[in-house]
């Protein structure tokens, strides 16, 4: 045990993390283990770039942004049935899987527990995880198929998960058998300091590492594998937060098989040039998304000949990957985006501080930074009251909260 310390203590010292050890003498033996564990774990070379990142001004505006082609769903005319009837059989055939990310911690819904529990105030009082299964019973039904259901938590809320599933019965689901629960990674948050935290329970402070951690987690947790034991080949992957998310279309995957390309995903047109949501594009010749921090006004506004935005393509989340295309993505790391969030700590005092403005980096990857892996993807545009019904503001704040995803969502279902 001696020299495991000696050895940490040395690495804390190379990277002026030594804070880390300060309380290990009054933890009890499980969770003296567990903090050895974790910072074992720590990539401390990683941890002291984000933070030297963290001081950098962000340079925008070298890329090379260009627009990107998309298909309407709604004007495909003859070329809907055609692509629909390739979806279908694929669907049929048992190659489609579906995949829900859980893991945020939904703070500004500001939910206590998993946001997947969240009851948006139907008469039903069916929650997100319900009426997700709903939708996706619904398909199983209409293609005589089971499309195994994969859902990705966070250490954080891993366990009221599960146990919220085992209270519903998981829906009609089989555990282990058509729905299966990974846990995604996570990176130590750190002070403006660039001094990792201590969380209350006196191990590392971490948080969750962005939904662009799917790919690396479905990898790590043989999620991947046993989705090719199962013969699958695609995997639809969306947010728990949609309630009006659509997570088989025949189309969407039509088009993906006609074209040969390994991701297809969805949009919808902005609401207006000025709308806060990031647009697919082309960044360097590759697919991705530019978010509207980054974009300039004239850009928002410009205009094609038929009067359609040239950068109007929202990005929802409802993305199609070959698993092959899975399996490129979670090879790479991708870059980590910081943000500046509240985080009570334990100070080298011993005493709890619970700060009431950010305090602490966080530092999350993106889903659609690994879009630039594939050359070609497509880009299938539907209709919002279809297809996007997100939840995630309080009702306070009016806009994507409970009261507009219910709304959206007894519109579309005809419930008066
Ligand atoms: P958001 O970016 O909206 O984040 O996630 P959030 O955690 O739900 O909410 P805020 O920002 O804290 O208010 C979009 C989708 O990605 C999932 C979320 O659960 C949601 O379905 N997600 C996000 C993860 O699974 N893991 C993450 O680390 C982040």
Known sequence: MDTRINDIQGVLKKYGQEHLLNHYATLDEEHKKELLDQIENIDFELIKRLYEDTKKEI???????????????????????????????????????????????????????????????????????????????????????TIPWFIMTSRENNKATIQFFEKHRYFGYQKDKNIFF????????????????????????????????????LLKSGMTEKMKQMGIEWVFIGGVDNCLVKMVDPVLMGIAIDKGVTVAC????????????????????KPNVIEYSEITEEMAEARDEEGELLYGESHILCNLFSVSAIERMGANTLPYHVAYKKASYIDKDGKLVVPDSPNAYKFEAFLFDAFGEVD????????????????????????????????????FYNIV
């Open 376 to 411: 070609e993807m497509a880009v299938l545009r539907v209709k919002r009251e279809e297809e996007f019904a997100p939840v995630k503001n309080a009702d306070t704040v009016g806009v994507d909260c409970p009261k507009t995803a219910r709304e959206l969502y007894k519109k």
């Open 59 to 145: 340079k925008s505006g070298q890329d090379d942004i260009t627009p990107i082609e998309y298909l309407d769903k709604y004007k495909l005319y003859d070329d809907y049935k055609y692509y629909e009837n390739i979806g279908k059989k694929a669907i049929k055939q048992g190659k489609l899987a579906a995949v829900t990310m859980a893991g945020g911690q939904g703070t500004r819904l500001g939910h206590d527990g998993p946001k997947g529990t969240y009851d948006i105030g139907l008469e039903s009082h069916k929650s997100l995880f319900e009426l997700l299964s709903d939708g996706l019973k619904e398909e199983e039904k209409k293609y005589d198929v």
């Open 182 to 217: 990974f846990v995604q990674g996570e990176l130590p948050m750190i002070d403006t300091e660039g001094k990792i935290l201590i969380g209350e329970d006196g191990l590392i402070k971490q948080a969750a590492d962005g939904h662009g951690g799917i790919y690396e987690s």
């Open 266 to 285: 969805k949009s919808v047109v902005k609401a207006n040039p000025k709308e806060k949501v990031g647009v697919f594009c082309k960044r360097n010749g």
